[in-house]
Structure formats: C-alpha cells, structure tokens
Nanobody, 123 residues
Framework: QVQLLESGGGLVQAGGSLRLTCTLSTRTLANTKIGWFRQVTGKDREFLAAISGTHGWINYGDSVKGRFTISKDDTKRTVYLQMNSLKPEDTAVYYC????????????????WGQGTQVTVSS
C-alpha cells in the first residue's frame, strides 16, 4: 500500500504562484509514475502532469503547459507541482497519484491517491 501526502494548497490572487508537494511512503520513486490531477465539483478529474520516477520523463496536459512545472526529489521521495500565472479557472482540488511506470494520462491506471489539497485563485 502506497500512501501519498499532499500539501501546499491555499488561496492566491490571479497571476500568483503556488507550489504543491506530494510525498510518497515508498522507499523509492523508481518504477513508478507520479501524476498530478485536479477536480472541480461536478466535473471529471483532469490530468495535469506526470513524471517518471525512474527516468524523470515528463508529460503535461494541454491546459497547463507553459504555466505548471512538475519535478521530483528522489532523496525525499517527493514530487512537486510549481504553478505560475494562476487563473481563477485553476480553482479546484488538486490530487497526486501513483501508478505503474508505463502509465501517463489514464486516470484509471493510477492505483494510489492522496487526499487532495484545495487551490483557490481569486480574481
């Protein structure tokens, strides 16, 4: 069983930045894909970004390319999501999740999820 703990959400003005943190309970990030998603009440969960725990390969969703950056610190078993130029439409609950190394966009392939952290962007 893998546990993920997110932190870093909060209230920010439009144009501002936040950094989300996701720490995994595993001994290593190897052979794992770690992804960030978000969900607005009443809407489907949206893929934002994913990073390979072994190679550091990165994928982004179209809505956040150029504004959000995913990165990892292997020694801390932590994955970050740096969010810049935030917009009111970025308001959502943000989740990190872990899945097998060969997954990317398919939410159903992510086996383990954090509890979520609220991000609110005011206009």
């Amino acid at each position: 069983q893998v546990q993920l703990l997110e932190s870093g959400g909060g209230l920010v003005q439009a144009g501002g930045s936040l950094r989300l943190t996701c720490t995994l309970s595993t001994r290593t990030l190897a052979n794992t894909k770690i992804g960030w998603f978000r969900q607005v009440t009443g809407k489907d969960r949206e893929f934002l970004a994913a990073i390979s725990g072994t190679h550091g390969w990165i994928n982004y969703g179209d809505s956040v390319k150029g504004r959000f950056t995913i990165s990892k610190d292997d020694t801390k078993r932590t994955v970050y999501l740096q969010m810049n130029s935030l917009k009111p439409e970025d308001t959502a609950v943000y989740y990190c999740a872990a899945g097998p190394a060969n997954t990317v966009y398919n939410i159903a392939n992510y086996n383990y999820w954090g509890q979520g952290t609220q991000v609110t962007v005011s206009s």
